[in-house]
Nanobody, 121 residues
């Protein structure tokens, strides 16, 4: 089974930027980023199809976050800009190997360990 390793989290002030990385040990079909804030449900925020590069975003991050990939490195990135305190969460990447590329956590079987992002006001 493919393993996913996230990196790039940290602490930043509101309005700042961070780039998260999700390195996969093998090929994937669809990679998604999710986040989970304390006492909240895990929320899907962005997806990318490994082949065509089609992307989708949750309304909460549209226009501020960009998902992109480096196929040669089997790595998917999440560029986060104009960060707000409400973006504070643990960020996870997840992978699927066929079918659609939805923002629904129950559709993903492979998950990384997560990386903490903290945005201060």
């Amino acid at each position: 089974q493919v393993q996913l390793v996230e990196s790039g989290g940290g602490s930043v002030q509101a309005g700042g930027s961070l780039r998260l990385s999700c390195a996969a040990s093998g090929l994937t079909y669809c990679v998604a980023w999710f986040r989970q804030a304390p006492e909240k449900e895990r929320e899907g925020i962005a997806t990318i199809l490994s082949g065509g590069g089609n992307t989708s975003y949750a309304d909460s991050v549209k226009g501020r976050f960009t998902i992109f990939q480096d196929n040669a490195k089997n790595t998917v990135y999440l560029q986060m800009s104009s960060l707000m305190p409400e973006d504070t969460a643990i960020y996870y990447c997840a992978a699927r190997y066929g079918g659609a590329c939805p923002l629904m956590k129950f559709m993903y079987a492979t998950w990384g360990q997560g990386t903490q992002v903290t945005v201060s006001s």
